[in-house]
């Protein structure tokens, strides 16, 4: 005879309630790990293994250094640590986070992104812009949504250079017209 949980699952409410709380949570605790080892001590021995790659793959998202991956691995395990969630619903937190930083790495702009679904969402672009750039000037230090870069501004020359590329593709199209 196999061995049966006698706990029963939680309800989809509490599911969902707990993987929004813990995305809210992680990308809080995340952005400001994340900016403190954009600083030229940390970046310098630490971050920058992770930085090796100006342009990402969907692996390099798991390649840091073993410091690093300690540092801003707190910001993914302190929500499920806080709630004590059930098993079903730690793995599926985990898979998603995984498949998060994997897309957000992956270099390419599906159609099916979250980021063409959700408007805080980042993504791929998001996150190669901050691979492109310099160590300490980068921004764009969120894990998963952008709320953290817009509110302390650390996203600006971002959204500089969509507002530009946007332009840009504006004045290629009057031209066709004309």
């Given at each position: 005879?196999g061995?049966?949980?006698?706990?029963?699952?939680?309800?989809?409410?509490?599911?969902l309630?707990?993987?929004?709380?813990?995305?809210?949570?992680?990308?809080?605790?995340?952005?400001?790990?994340?900016?403190?080892?954009?600083?030229k001590?940390?970046?310098?021995?630490?971050?920058s293994?992770?930085?090796?790659?100006?342009?990402?793959?969907g692996?390099?998202?798991?390649?840091?250094?073993?410091?690093?991956?300690?540092?801003?691995?707190?910001?993914?395990?302190?929500?499920?640590?806080v709630?004590?969630?059930?098993?079903?619903?730690?793995?599926?937190?985990?898979?998603?986070?995984?498949?998060e930083?994997?897309?957000?790495?992956?270099?390419?702009?599906?159609?099916?992104?979250?980021?063409?679904?959700f408007?805080?969402?980042?993504g791929?672009?998001f996150?190669?812009?901050?691979?492109?750039?310099?160590y300490?000037?980068?921004?764009n230090?969120?894990?998963t949504?952008?709320?953290?870069?817009?509110?302390?501004g650390?996203?600006?020359?971002?959204?500089?250079?969509k507002?530009?590329?946007?332009?840009?593709?504006e004045?290629?199209?009057?031209?066709?017209?004309h």
């Open positions: 005879m061995m049966r949980s006698t706990l029963p699952l939680p309800s989809w409410n509490i599911v309630t707990q993987i929004i709380f813990y995305f809210i949570l992680e990308d809080f605790v995340f952005y400001w790990g994340h900016r403190i080892l954009h600083t001590w940390l970046y310098k021995h630490v971050h293994v992770h930085h090796e790659y100006a342009t990402p793959f692996l390099t998202s798991e390649y840091a250094h073993p410091a690093e991956i300690l540092f801003l691995g707190f910001a993914t395990i302190i929500g499920p640590a709630t004590g969630p059930h098993l079903v619903t730690l793995w599926l937190w985990m898979t998603l986070r995984v498949l930083t994997v897309e957000a790495h992956c270099g390419y702009h599906f159609p099916w992104s979250p980021s063409n679904f408007p805080l969402y980042g791929s672009d996150h190669d812009y901050h691979h492109r750039l310099l300490t000037k980068s921004g230090y969120s894990s949504f952008t709320y953290m870069d817009w509110i302390f650390t996203d600006i020359g971002y959204r500089k250079l507002a530009l590329k946007r332009a840009t593709v004045d290629n199209i009057e031209q066709k017209k």
